[in-house]
């Protein structure tokens, strides 16, 4: 069975790694505007992990694929892999 999370409760939670790493808190989704389905996630970056302030931003928000989501509920888990 599915579970049905709305966006407004995805947001400001933690985005944490499946190593447990901390990569942020979430901002916003980027959703097609054809499909309706969810592409990525606007991330705000932790400053305190040095490995999240290497990656790629774009207007100081990092991008991460919604791919690469493994769980949702109190934090966001996504795949390690797919953020490196």
């Known amino acids: 069975m599915v579970k049905i999370v709305l966006a407004k409760q995805l947001a400001g939670k933690k985005i944490i790694t499946n190593d ?42 990092v991008v991460i694929s919604y791919n690469s989501v493994l769980a949702a509920s109190d934090h966001i888990i996504v795949d390690k892999k797919a953020v490196a």
């Not at 447990?20 to 992990?49: A, F, H, Q, R, Y």
Request: charged share 35%; glycine share 10%; proline share 5%.
């Open 20 to 61: 447990g790493e901390e990569v942020g808190k979430l901002v916003d989704l980027e959703v097609s505007e054809s499909t309706g389905k969810i592409e990525n996630m606007l991330v705000e970056p932790n400053l305190d992990n040095p490995n999240t302030r290497k990656l790629s931003k774009e207007d100081g928000l």
